[in-house]
């Protein structure tokens, strides 16, 4: 039925050499992932069902039931994933630490920004017909272009590998009563001909609503009553189509489109009666990507690698008077659409000065534009719409890695770039700030910056079991407009000259592997420069400037308003462990740890707390298959308390912090072989219907049942 879970997990999988996921060649046809959408990792991957430090299989994906990208990334080792909480209602991914705005994500290595302020949420993404997510930790190459501060993620599309290549994927959600909940859905179709080759895929899923665990207890029934939980219903889907060409063994040409739509509610907090609530709806969450990729060899020692791409972008969030949504009426009433726009693309070549020396040269610019009007609304029922207010930057990085065998066991990689940003349009409508007259369309302060990068890395094979490896990496990243400009709902005071946030990342590790068993880790660390936070600042106009440090007129004191600023600093350190192990025919087992503590600080906040990410998490998982055709897969999702903020009191702000989140999720999926082309399975997750909070007042699903079919030719 399937390929045993024997190397299903790892925490750095470094049992070679560096490994170049873009290679020269073509896939030779058995292999589904789309090699040309690959960014570079530095580790081989487990084949079949698997999960490494590295990459995550779309047999990983079925077997664990994780339709969404922040639930399936969260079985890797290093990575956690949580919920932004408050009103936006995202799910966010961590990185060893380092959050959304600090690890880029790319679809077939095309970057996937939202120009505004790139709040990605990671749930929106679908997974179910992904033929591998990519993750990069730490160590991210320079040459996959700027701001991979603390790592990177791609997600590779799929490719056919013969001449009928179908592959069909159904299953339907029950909530812990059994009711239906939802469901999820893909299907794959192409075909790969000698020279070229042509596919289609779909994934959609939809969730009519989840129910919170019978632990809760409701204490505000008008927010949340418990049961189903209110306001939790979501749509997405994904459409994608690729050509390809490949008129010899070392060259293809290929354009793709990718349609991205999503629809989702936002619960509300279960128990805040001091903060008034929102009630926020998104109708629309919507990604049109086309793209051109290529590799072509020139000559026996170079290759060329070129990536071109146009993203849109189109979104709106819809703010209304109460949780009826359906009147706006009142003053916080809004529509708020965005309508994003971004091209650009790269070039790379690879120069093969010996058989020992490979020099990497790689190029990248893109350019972004973010256009919003907000229309709001009054008690009068007078609708008003601002003018289109529009900002437009360009982004470029220059990128050059050595790769240097130095005896035939150890390998050096030495790389480094520079990434500059070109703002050309800041817009804002209201009163220019320092002023009190009529709203009107202005531009901030236009500042252009600039960043460099190094890393260098070494890798030692030193046995045929043995692998080694020891990386050093420092990285920056460039603000978002937002974090820049935005006056957060007339909040905040922009900052025009917001600096690069900085990490420099450090980490030793290895692997060891025989027939039967596999132990993998690695140790990290990494030093955080210019952390940007929000910081108390005087009101306009008791300070005549926008640039930091903003220091209040005589007379003038300090206000509930915030400005971005790069005042913080501190570390990151941690582990990661896993084992796999074939302990006899029909059954493997295995588990991975990660270990992580996280001392971020600004000086004027002592009792400041990096959330959203556990101290300790861990996944275990076994494989038995009693009889021919039949698996039995349970497995376990672990993880301690993290770090939270109670955002409802006016109490000090040591008071807000506190620690929650700690769960031990059990799941199950057994399946069952119909014949050699159909399966059909079903399982469960939180089977013991645990009442865990990752964010402060957004408790986490309970038990959840499905049952799933699926079919290839």
Known sequence: ???????????????????????????????????????????????????????????????????????????????????????????????????????????????????????????????????????????????????????????????????????????????????????????????????????????????????????????????????????????????????????????????????????????????????????????????????????????????????????????????????????????????????????????????????????????????????????????????????????????????????????????FTLGGSYDWRDLKRAEEYGAPLGTSGASVIYNYPRRDADTWNLQGRFDWQASEALNLHASLSSRARFPTIFERFSQRFNSAIPNPTLKAERATNAEVGGSWANDKLRVEGAVFYSWVDDAIFSVLTPAYPCTASTTPPAVPRAGCALTNLTQSQNVGSGNYLGAEISVSWSVMPGLDVGANYTGIRRHLRYDANPAFRPTGVPTHKGFVWADWSPVERLHIVPSADIASDRWTLFTATPASAAQRYYRTGAYVNAGLRIDYALTDHIDVGVGGRNLFDDYYTLTDGFPEPGRTLFASIRARY
Request: with cysteine; net charge negative.
């Open 1 to 411: 039925m399937r390929v045993a879970l024997s190397c299903l997990l790892s925490a750095t999988c470094l049992v070679a050499p560096v490994a170049y996921a873009q290679d020269n060649a073509p896939d030779d046809g058995g292999n589904d992932r789309f090699s040309l959408g690959q960014i570079i990792v530095t580790a081989p991957r487990t084949e079949g069902i698997g999960i490494d430090s590295s990459t995550l299989s779309s047999n990983a994906i079925y077997t664990f039931s994780r339709a969404s990208l922040d639930d399936a990334i969260n079985l890797m080792p290093g990575v956690s994933s949580g919920n932004s909480g408050g009103t936006r209602n995202e799910r966010l991914v961590f990185v060893r630490g380092f959050d959304r705005f600090q690890v880029p994500l790319s679809i077939d290595g095309i970057r996937v920004y939202l120009p505004a302020d790139n709040r990605l949420d990671y749930g929106r993404f679908l997974t179910t017909d992904i033929a591998e997510v990519q993750v990069a930790k730490g160590y991210a190459s320079v040459l996959d272009g700027p701001g991979a501060m603390g790592g990177a993620i791609n997600l590779v599309t799929r490719k056919p590998t013969k001449e009928l290549d179908i592959d069909v994927r159904g299953t339907v959600n029950f909530d812990r009563d059994a009711d239906y909940a939802g469901y999820s859905t893909s299907a794959m179709m192409g075909t790969k001909q000698d020279k070229w080759y042509a596919q289609a895929s779909y994934a959609r899923s939809f969730t009519d609503h989840w129910d919170l665990p019978g632990g809760f207890t409701p204490t505000v029934p008008t927010l949340e009553d418990g049961g189903a939980r209110d306001f939790s219903r979501t749509r997405d889907w994904r459409l994608n189509a690729k050509v390809g060409f490949t008129p010899n063994a070392t060259d293809e040409y290929a354009i793709s489109y990718t349609r991205q739509e999503g629809a989702k509610s936002a619960p509300l907090h279960v128990s805040d009666t001091v903060t008034t609530a929102r009630f926020w709806d998104w109708p629309s969450w919507d990604i049109d990507s086309v793209y051109f990729l290529s590799t072509t060899a020139l000559g026996d020692r170079a290759t060329l690698k070129t990536r071109a791409y146009y993203n849109q972008f189109d979104s709106i969030l819809r703010s209304f008077n109460d949780r009826s949504q359906t009147t706006q009426s009142r003053p916080y009433a809004f529509d708020s659409p965005y309508a994003d726009k971004a091209w650009g693309g790269s070039a790379q070549l690879d120069f093969r000065a010996t058989d020992a020396d490979t020099l990497r040269l790689a190029f990248h610019y893109r350019h972004d534009k973010h256009v919003e009007a907000q229309t709001s609304f009054s008690t009068a029922g007078v609708a008003t719409t601002e003018p289109d207010q529009t900002q437009t930057e360009n982004t470029f990085s220059i990128a050059l890695e050595n790769e240097i065998a130095l005896t035939s066991a150890l390998r």
